[in-house]
Every structure is written in C-alpha cells, then in structure tokens.
C-alpha cells in the first residue's frame, strides 16, 4: 500500500512538472493573462478538470513558475558568491555569468521579463518581492567589501538596486536580441559592463553619511 502510495505522489509530482513546463513554453509567446488551461492540459495529455487537482487557479500556476523560474536566479547568485573577487574584477565575470545562465535557462528569463510588467497583478507583485529579495542579499554581501564596509544600509540598497536593474536589463536585451545578428548580443554586454564599471567608478567619489 504504501509503495501503491508513493507511486501516485511520484505520477502527480511528474505530472505537475508537466504543467509547469507545458505553461512555461506557451507563455514564451503570450502573456499569462491569456493562457489556455486547454491547451496546457492538451499538451499535458490530461483532461482540463485534471489542472485543479495540482493548481488552485492561473494565479497559482503563475506563482508556481515564479517559483521555479527565481531558483535559476538564485542559482546564478550562489555561483556569483563563489567566483567574485574584489568589487572592480567582479564586473565582466559577472556579467559572463549572467549571460551563460540566461542562453541555459531562457524560457525562466523571458517568462519573468514578459511578466513583471504583465497583466496578472499577483505575479507581477511576486516577481516584485523576489527582485527586492535579491537586493537586500546583494547589499548584504556588499557591506563585506572593504571599501564599502562604512556605507549605511540606505546607500548600501540604492547601490544593490542599481546593480540589479542593470543585470536584469542586460537579460531583457539579451533574450530579445535577434538570434541572427550576434552582433547586438555584444553590445548588449559591453553596455552592461560600462553601466557596472560606471557604478564602481561612483563607489570611489561617494560619501555615505
């Protein structure tokens, strides 16, 4: 009974990866707001009731793919821990990085640049919490630098989210960068590195009081 059991919760758990990835690849195309249950649980291979029983509602399923889509963000923020040297050397490894994990993980990338300014307000707010998430970490790990170890958390936070806009704006460009003209994808990281570098060469003139 109990291997009955464990091979249902293996087959729904399969099952709700299905859904997840089958929505993942319609909204590449489309909003969330207008996303078929049809045709997600079409191109599952169950019947349309079947969604209910592994999402509430497209809220859910949208909150679900946030969810998944920032485990790839946190992955690229563990590996930035990993390989940053000092604030200036950090720049183009970063932004390599950034780049890498935007051509492995596109669908995750595109599905939250489509959506934070989308039309499903609680994923939009979602997606809103993560990225703020993401910059109380950053000015965390900020505060460690020698240089910056005197900043109050205010500057320490204005500076985080500049680094964060900039990167998530290098993904918007990257992902709508023409596939056929790799030329635009190198300007896309060389503004990246300048608005970084632009960033690192105000850290020496700036007084945090």
Do not use: C
Request: zero cysteines; a neutral charge.
């Amino acid at each position: 009974m109990e291997q009955a059991t464990e091979s249902r919760q293996v087959r729904k758990e399969r099952t709700r990866q299905a859904i997840l990835a089958a929505a993942l690849e319609i909204v590449a195309a489309e909003s969330l707001a207008g996303l078929s249950l049809r045709q997600v649980t079409r191109d599952v291979g169950i019947v349309p009731t079947a969604f209910y029983r592994h999402f509430a509602s497209v809220d859910e399923l949208g909150l679900a793919l946030v969810d998944e889509s920032f485990a790839t963000f946190r992955e690229l923020i563990r590996d930035a821990r990993r390989n940053r040297p000092q604030l200036r050397g950090a720049i183009r490894s970063s932004v390599e990085l950034l780049v890498r994990q935007v051509h492995e993980h596109r669908s995750h990338f595109r599905f939250v640049a489509r959506e934070r300014f989308g039309g499903v307000p609680v994923v939009r707010t979602a997606i809103r919490h993560e990225l703020e998430l993401f910059e109380r970490e950053l000015a965390t790990d900020l505060a460690r630098l020698p240089e910056l170890n005197v900043w109050t958390t205010e500057d320490l936070r204005v500076m985080a989210n500049l680094i964060v806009n900039a990167m998530v704006s290098t993904a918007e460009g990257i992902i709508s960068a023409p596939s056929e003209r790799p030329e635009a994808e190198r300007d896309i990281i060389r503004t990246a590195e300048k608005q970084l570098r632009l960033i690192v060469v105000g850290v020496a003139g700036w007084r945090s009081h």
